[in-house]
């Protein structure tokens, strides 16, 4: 499908679904969000511009494989889990560092871990939808 | 007591499949991280179960929230016996299917999916929270679907959609379990369950409750009359896949319903009759099944659905020397049941078919393997004093004393039929000549000397085990004397969960 106006449209769209998906990612914590709807989001945001511009293209701005994504992911995450066993503390347990960083707020192991699931589905979402669009 | 190492299991396998998934399609780096994982899984199980065995009952608060508000995970006998068994099963079938398995399905992520399904198993044994007991489940038949399937053989996703459709049809029926349960007394935890249980005034709800977890489990057990999707799914994967299955994967349900019954729904006469029903009925549709079946793994297959119904017999008694039976017939059959679809594989390679009827001379041929299976056969009949006989001695003992005289009899065609169909398959396996007229194929003779030790090793190493078993039963009496005596009085695992308050 070659549309001018969606090829338009999704230069612009695309880093701002993705900023909007690092938002989704930053406010899960506490709020709506967090890890998995902010993945599904930047995973949209690919597969509106391979709608635009075709798979092959998609694939050339990412560079790496999806798949590359996903023991990326679940390595941040599983480290996240195990890392609390170092100060004798039970897997899972949230590590907070002490200051707020601007503009991001409070850093904890919550947080890795979230970014380690956006990663797992960024990574299974386009995996399974390239492979099916490059079938056809 | 508080220790956060016992998920230790689990994390050795999580992590073993992390790496082999960025090693993805290199398939040799693959297989050497596998069996090493395993062995360090095996490694970090049997120090739990030392501990355990020394120490008692240890727990983990998950993200350090107190139970009964946080996931926990509670490490008794129970469940380390059970980590122990598994990870024994996991480093042995990771070693056969090292060499067992073609290229192919190594590609398509065969070890990293074995890997998770193992952590799936373990995390269902170690956890103590009924939900996450149902999220294991998940990761257990996600993994399983996709080991099922991988290869795409037509029979293969034929046996994949009935193993599917029942399967998620259990967790359904699990799942509405869960939150009917949750609804009448506002608790996952499963200690907290067992003690909140008793108050509820509503009877009768708590009886249809159980209900729903007997049919949720039931068609994981494969017990009668849910029991079809195993004999039509288990003989299409490759054999390494199908070891695990047939070992462990049955067997989660019967470990499940040991946990839940011993915690929650303490057995009624109405439960317990109809778990009876339920056992005497399995055996015997289990045992006819496998008289007519003359390809190797479907009669074995039926084989494992008869012996589901021994141990289902043992809850349904539920008395301290029943369990005793069951929790022995659990530890005897995991080991046997792996190591027996090992050998289906073995025999596959040796003459590239498992039609009885096809086979013939592998005793004249490979006379030390013939052996080493004879032992594991020899087990699974239960000749005494090998690992099969002595759990019979305890359901028997404890039948006779609750004159349950139909089990004793299913029991006794039970063992019959199982001796008669082994002696059977001895007899035209290994005993009778070939047919001339069959073209061998033997894909063993040309493999390299060590892939021909590294296919034999893993089933002589599970052979020793459940040597050691039957030989030295006694040790595994008191392990099984210390399991039922919890089981039957959970206050040591009630006081282990909720008795410990971080501060």
């Known amino acids: ?136 | 007591m508080i220790d956060n190492h016992i998920l230790a299991p689990i994390f050795v396998q999580l992590f073993t499949a992390i790496i082999q998934l960025a090693c993805w399609r290199k398939t040799l780096t693959q297989r050497y991280l596998s069996v090493g994982g395993s062995l360090i899984g095996l490694m970090v199980a049997f120090r739990l179960f030392s501990r355990v065995y020394e120490d008692g009952i240890l727990t983990l608060n998950a993200a350090n929230w107190d139970a009964p508000f946080g996931i926990v995970f509670v490490a008794d006998l129970l469940s380390v016996t059970l980590v122990l068994l598994t990870s024994i099963a996991c480093f042995a079938v990771s070693i056969f299917s090292s060499v067992g398995l073609s290229r192919q399905r190594m590609l398509y992520g065969y070890f990293p999916i074995f890997h998770f399904l193992i952590m799936g198993l373990h995390g269902a044994f170690l956890t103590g929270d009924i939900f996450n007991l149902y999220v294991y489940f998940e990761v257990i038949i996600i993994s399983s679907f996709v080991l099922m399937t991988l290869g795409g053989r037509k029979a293969q996703l034929e046996g994949a959609v009935k193993y599917m459709a029942m399967n998620i049809l259990a967790s359904m029926f699990f799942l509405t379990g869960i939150g009917i349960l949750y609804g009448i007394t506002g608790s996952l935890n499963m200690a907290d369950l067992s003690l909140r249980i008793q108050e509820v005034q509503n009877k009768a709800l708590i009886g249809i409750t159980s209900c729903f977890f007997i049919i949720g489990f039931g068609i994981k057990s494969a017990v009668f009359p849910l029991y079809y999707w195993l004999p039509s799914s288990y003989h299409t994967p490759p054999s390494a896949v199908a070891a695990t299955f047939g070992g462990l994967l049955t067997k989660v349900g019967i470990y499940a319903m040991l946990r839940t019954f011993s915690l929650i729904f303490i057995p009624d006469d109405f439960t317990r009759t109809l778990l009876m029903v339920i056992a005497i009925f399995t055996i015997l549709t289990g045992a006819f099944g496998a008289l007519i079946k003359t390809n190797i793994r479907r009669l074995f297959s039926y084989l494992i659905v008869c012996h589901i119904g021994f141990m289902v017999g043992g809850i349904a008694m539920f008395s301290k020397v029943a369990l005793m039976g069951a929790v022995f017939y659990l530890i005897h059959d995991i080991l046997v049941k792996t190591n027996m679809f090992l050998i289906a594989g073995l025999i596959r390679q040796l003459r590239g078919t498992m039609d009885m009827n096809k086979l013939g001379g592998l005793y004249s041929d490979y006379p030390k393997i013939s052996l080493v299976i004879a032992i594991v056969l020899f087990s699974l009949v239960g000749i005494p004093p090998l690992s099969g006989f002595w759990p019979k001695v305890f359901l028997f003992q404890e039948a006779f004393i609750q004159h349950q005289y139909v089990y004793i009899a299913a029991l006794i065609i039970g063992s019959f039929v199982t001796l008669y169909v082994i002696a059977k398959m001895w007899s035209e396996v290994f005993w009778k000549n070939p047919s001339a007229s069959e073209e061998v194929e033997n894909l063993f003779a040309p493999m390299p000397p060590y892939k021909k030790i590294l296919m034999v090793l893993p089933i002589g190493l599970m052979a020793l085990a459940t040597l050691y078993i039957g030989l030295n039963a006694e040790a595994i009496v008191k392990i099984t004397d210390i399991i039922s005596t919890q089981l039957m009085d959970p206050s040591a695992y009630i006081d282990a969960v909720l008795g410990n308050k971080t501060d």
Do not use: C
């Open chain 1, 1 to 136: 499908m070659k549309s001018a106006i969606l090829q338009t449209a999704t230069r612009y769209l695309l880093p701002i679904l993705l900023l909007f998906s690092f938002f989704l990612l930053l406010r899960g914590h506490y709020y709506p969000g967090g890890g998995f709807v902010g993945g599904l989001v930047a995973s949209i945001a690919f597969v509106l511009h391979s709608f635009a511009n075709g798979t092959e293209n998609t694939m050339k701005i990412l560079r790496y494989k999806p798949l590359s994504l996903i023991p990326i992911g679940l390595g941040i995450s599983a480290v996240s889990v195990t890392f609390p066993l170092l100060f004798g503390l039970p897997p899972m347990t949230g590590l907070w560092f002490e200051e707020p960083i601007p503009v991001i707020g409070m850093i904890g192991s919550a947080l890795f871990f979230d970014l380690g699931v956006y990663l797992v589905v960024i990574g299974v979402v386009l995996t399974i939808l390239f492979t099916i669009a490059l079938n056809d």
